[in-house]
């Protein structure tokens, strides 16, 4: 154990991440030179340019005082979406590199992963990288990094990632500074889960690093937050194929499967133990990760509802925090409303299923879980606008709130500022740093920001501003759920809750939309916004007409009066009776997610 370091690279999204653990790899003699992402396996994380599943590998090094070391570089995702897993894989570490680029400086994500590291009283060893471009700025970049996250710069490295400058000095940094792990190999066994995948084969497997004890083949475990009991199969670990052994003890970071056959026996953050002498409490800070974000999937045509349901099935064998149950709707058919982490996550799913399964999908504009306090003082929680209780039973309506850190050149404060009291925000912080760098610190709607938030940001900042987010819990709101009504008919899929001093405009939009892809009928279609039983926006569909008077030439004026009159009593009649069919294009030019 005097001899192992477990670490993980934090750092923002295009830092270069992914590069520096190829150049440790390639250094420590696990691969050969010219690999590019290794530890990038999906096909999405490579065209992306972000790590979407934790990954592990044990290098073997020795430092230039002789001793033989063993590193286990974490992997972590570094998106927002995924901080819960960030956070668990963090806890398996006792070091951390904070990666920083030497052109952009310190973003959002480099700020809040440090402080998840910070946290878990991590050592922190930071490095600047692409010191070898031209508008490299090494010495302001250090500034920030000790303004923004409060650490001693001091003794930052320099490196170039791409070309392998300063890669020794990284490790030596990891064997002097990280401190080897704690933990006693004779106490019972306990260890904890940061990551999962299924096997078709072999059934899921486990990523974890023993906290104390030791495991071994055979032996049966248990899962303390499910209770479930299985026994291993194989253990191994990645270095950086896998490699399997017959034993892993504390300190030490490997996987392990044992024919389990549903990965929701498996959770991100949950401790394992020996089922035959288990420990008397679990590792802290698990928790049951929670969707965030709600959208509608429906496949574009209804033959595929089946294949959607196994490509779902197959998809949340790999993604524990994939939440999906069946719904209908008049306009769209049958689908599943599916629950996500975040945008980030939604679009990831989407994308899997349209690629690896070959699907046409339809995705429904996404919503958030709203808390709905009853007058019988009854709390429900929803997310789908047609589970509201009328208003006379409603208390008041509670949404959920985010703090977001938006980091951006100060050119762009005044269109950021703008943008986020537009979408209701409350400011809480500005920050001016060296280097010309501005953190601004809001309270956000969730709601505001599910749909084109992130699009919006990226416009009116050309592409600097980064933001990065967190839950604060909920808030009560003055909500309201907007209907849609067709001659009178509410339609369920348009139907949404919105804030009631956006209702008015979002309703005008809603119902100019609907009318402009709404084909003309015989009869004349009002379509109409509301609000409870109160009209708020209204247009009109004119009905198709025929010339009735054409036949007449000259005469008494009463004729044409009459028939006219005729022909107003037919249109009549026929509203009452006609049926107006919404084809399916209007809708997908609804709900269609814009931006």
Known sequence: ?????????????DHGKSTLADRLMEY?????????????????????GITIKAQAVRMPYRALDGKEYILNLIDTPGHVDFSYEVSRS??????????????????AQTVANAFLALEQDLEMIPVINKVDL?????DVVRAEIEEMTGLDAGDTILISAKNGTGIPDVLEAIVKRCPAPQGEIDAQFSALIFDSWFDPYQGVFVLFRVVQGRVNKGMRIRFMATGAEHEVLNLGVFSPDAVYVDKLSAGDVGFLSASIRNIKDVLVGDTITDAREPVGKPIPGFKRIKPMVFAGLY????????ELRDALEKLALND?????????????????????????????VQERLEREFDLNLIITAPTVVYRIVRTDGKIMEIQNPSEMPEPQFISHIEEPYIRTSIHTPSEYVGPILSLCTERRGIQREIQYFAGDRVIMVFDLPLNEVVLDFFGRLKAVSRGYASMDYEPIGYRESKLVRLSILVNKEPVDALSSIVHRDMAYKRGKELVSRIKQSIPRQLFEVDIQAAIGSRVIARETVKPLRKNVTAKCYGGDITRKRKLLEKQKEGKKRMKRLGKVELPQEAFLAILKVEG
């Open 1 to 13: 154990m005097k001899n192992t370091r477990n670490f993980a690279i934090i750092a923002h999204i």
């Open 28 to 48: 420590t003699g696990l691969l050969r030179g010219g690999a590019e992402q290794y530890l990038d396996r999906m096909d999405l994380e490579r065209e992306k």
């Open 90 to 107: 963090l806890a398996a570490c006792e070091g951390a590199v904070l990666l920083v680029d030497a052109v952009q400086g310190v973003e």
């Open 134 to 138: 031209p508008s490299a700025r090494p």
């Open 299 to 306: 496949p574009a045509d209804n033959v595929q509802y089946e």
């Open 320 to 348: 524990a925090s994939l939440f999906y149950e069946p719904e209908s709707s008049t306009a769209l058919g049958f689908g599943f409303r599916c629950g996500f982490l975040g945008l980030l996550h939604m679009e990831i």
